[in-house]
């Protein structure tokens, strides 16, 4: 149980393309998802969180305009990286929970995107 | 705010051969306590968690990991190394005096290699 299926696992795009990431839980109600990004050999950075039905909350320093999250229903939240550049190349994660932020349920984690933008 | 302290960012080990990747936070207060897996390219996968109760905590594939409160630690350990335990370690915590709950901060990760 408690499975998340994270779509693409790997995107190479031409600088400027907009690129959307999608993040599904199959088998729960993802009251709440989290999007995280990671440089290589480094560890999680949050870029955001979300609950359903609202708008994103981001941690300091990401771009709202350049990360667009939307968690428009219970099972599905999206990251829309919009006209990429080299440096947003990175790996992407989204994990999800079924409880409300600061909640005791725990994160469930994708398998991950990898962005690579030419 | 919490923070997570792993020793080692790589850490090399021979099969068969007793691996100990370490763990250290800096709450007074001892927060929750994960540890997960990455295999390349993919997601994490929790590997265990100590939330209260016992603090010798088992979890999948064998390992597991020791809450010592008086050294701030929550070490991971597996008696004997198997090539597919190579992989990037993640130590993690959810700060439990200001119930953050779900919400983690990680360690800087510690890649665990194994020679045949």
């Known amino acids: 149980g408690a499975v998340v299926s994270q779509h693409p696992s790997w995107v190479i795009c031409k600088s400027g393309t907009s690129v959307k990431i999608e993040c599904r839980s199959l088998d729960f109600q993802a009251t709440t998802m989290f999007w995280y990004r990671q440089f290589p050999k480094q560890s999680l950075m949050l870029m955001a969180t979300?609950?359903?039905?609202?708008?994103?909350?981001?941690e300091q320093g990401v771009e709202k305009d350049k990360f667009l999250i939307n968690h428009a229903s219970l099972t599905l939240s999206t990251l829309t990286v919009t006209s990429a550049h080299p440096e947003d190349s990175s790996f992407y994660i989204c994990?999800?929970?079924?409880?409300?932020?600061?909640?005791?349920?725990?994160?469930?984690f994708g398998d991950g995107t990898r962005l690579s933008i030419l | 705010a919490q923070s997570v302290t792993q020793l080692g960012s790589h850490v090399s080990v021979s099969e068969g051969a007793l691996v100990l990747l370490r763990c250290n936070y800096s709450s007074s207060v001892p927060p929750y306590l994960f540890w997960y897996v990455q295999y390349p390219n993919q997601g994490l996968q929790l590997l265990l968690k100590?939330?209260?109760?016992?603090?010798l905590v088992k979890g999948i594939n064998g390992f597991e990991a020791e809450f010592k409160k008086s050294e701030t630690s929550f070490h991971l350990t597996k008696p004997s190394a198997h090539m597919s335990d190579a992989a990037e370690y993640f130590c993690?915590?959810?700060?439990?005096?200001?119930?953050?709950?779900?919400?983690?901060?990680f360690g800087g990760g510690t890649r665990l290699m194994v020679k045949p």
């Open positions: 979300s609950n359903e039905g609202s708008k994103a909350t981001y």
């Open positions: 100590y939330t209260t109760g016992a603090t």
């Open positions: 993690a915590v959810s700060e439990r005096q200001n119930n953050a709950g779900n919400m983690l901060t």
């Open positions: 994990s999800a929970s079924s409880g409300q932020l600061y909640s005791n349920q725990p994160q469930h």
